[in-house]
């Protein structure tokens, strides 16, 4: 598949298949993470790298990095913040709620898993103080690459069963701006994969033992 007429997109999943551990994969990223990109004989790691770098290159329209000194330090502000704050409660949310009961088949303490849900609920309640306040989108009047980052990460508790936007009605019309924005059916299939995590088939042996540093993070 490709990113634009030149990159190409080596592993935009979630990893639980190993690919990222092949002799391949450790060419494009040593870190082993996905996603990584490979555009010529430049590779780069980090989903918000690729994002500025492809838009950057591509000159994408103003409004998804903005030039603007104040407004690109709005979305700068963001995707400083959500790496530490929504990317992993909405991790672990998704990690805890269902892929180590169904993938891993390893029982979550309760008090575990509450922890964690409370945990989300105060981030998700920052992002519409901090971030959302009352505009149409995290970073301004128009979507931008922090609204692309932060429903991608929000779909993950989605897809394990957590219906985060029932009781926050100012989030769930901003989720329908966003999908607007960017239009149903890429939307649809830009989550196509973590949507359909939970019919993951339970992991063999070899598998659980390259997850287990993983799994010790988000327990």
Known sequence: MLLGPGPERVDTGTGTSGQNHSDDFVQVNPLRKVPALKDGDFTL???VAILLYLARKYEAPDH???QGLQARARVDEYL???H???RMS???AMWQKMMFPVFLGQRVPPETLANTLAELDRCLQLLEDKFLKDQDF???PRISVADLVAITELM???SAGCDIFKSRPKLAAWRQRVEAAVGEDLFRE???VIMKAKDLPPADTAVKERLKPLAQLFL
């Open 156 to 158: 993950h508790p989605v």
């Open 138 to 140: 995290l970073a301004g």
């Open 64 to 66: 998804w990095y903005p």
């Open 84 to 86: 530490t704050a929504v």
């Open 45 to 47: 790691a980090e989903s």
């Open 90 to 92: 909405c991790t672990r």
């Open 190 to 192: 830009a989550h196509a």
């Open 80 to 82: 400083s913040w959500q």
